[in-house]
């Protein structure tokens, strides 16, 4: 089946430093690729995403490229904020219209001024 | 507030009771999950409905989770008997299919279920 492997946390940066989250997949077909964000108090949302292989999804900064050759999709900031501090799920779905989304495991960021 | 809704956003009940909770999706999504999320662990897919009809149910959910969409507007989602491994935040998500496979689902904030 689907899986999601995802860099385990926490992690704590200064602001201003560079961010990598690591996340690889296992799935059969064609997927489409995630990222979602959970800022404190807040519902899940979506952050980026990506539907093929080298698609780039960027937002808010933030980027990750699809490697089908590496199943990988890691997210990426240039420069975080103390206001990125959330947790992180990278996940997939199936694609072809099936939404139904598989999640890793979350990674909690926090940023120090 | 135009957002994916859901109620209670907590409850605590004791093990062996009943418990239900409601999702109200965004107006015109035809779409709407139920995920459930422990401490620690990312969300795991339960159930979804495309309109009114469960299309998809996963063998987390055991015969005691018990779901609806009877108008194929709110949901909800009924616990029986309860036990101490229920204890979990149940997310609801909805989407629509039709504006293309854009893969955004829509997120409450959850409900929060804790059994003594």
């Known amino acids: 089946g689907n899986s999601v492997t995802q860099m385990e946390g926490p992690v704590t940066l200064s602001e201003e430093a560079f961010l990598t989250i690591n996340c690889t997949y296992t799935?059969?077909?064609?997927?489409?690729l995630f990222w979602y964000v959970q800022y404190p108090g807040e519902g899940l949302q979506l952050l980026l995403k990506a539907t093929k292989a080298d698609d780039k999804g960027s937002n808010k900064g933030f980027e990750a490229t699809y490697r089908k050759e590496t199943t990988s999709f890691h997210l990426e900031k240039g420069s975080v904020q103390v206001s990125d501090s959330a947790v992180y799920f990278c996940?997939?779905?199936?694609?072809?219209?099936?939404?139904?989304?598989?999640f890793g495991t979350g990674t909690r960021l926090t940023i120090i001024p | 507030d135009t957002g994916v809704s859901q109620d209670p956003r907590h409850k605590i009940t004791k093990r062996g009771q009943n418990v239900t909770f409601r999702c109200d999706p965004i107006?015109?999504?035809?779409?709407l999950y139920w995920y459930r999320q422990t401490l620690g662990q990312g969300p795991e897919f339960l159930t979804y409905?495309?309109?009114?009809?469960?299309?998809?149910k996963s063998r987390l959910l055991s015969d005691r989770f018990s779901a609806e969409r009877p108008k194929g507007s709110f949901s909800t989602l009924e616990i029986q008997r309860t036990e101490q491994g229920d204890s979990a935040m149940y997310l609801c998500a909805s989407s629509h299919r039709d504006r293309g496979n854009t893969g955004e689902l829509f997120f409450g904030e959850g409900s929060r279920l804790t059994v003594l």
């Open positions: 996940a997939l779905s199936e694609g072809y219209g099936n939404e139904k989304l598989t």
């Open positions: 799935a059969t077909g064609y997927p489409s």
């Open positions: 409905f495309q309109n009114e009809a469960q299309l998809e």
């Open positions: 107006s015109e999504h035809n779409r």
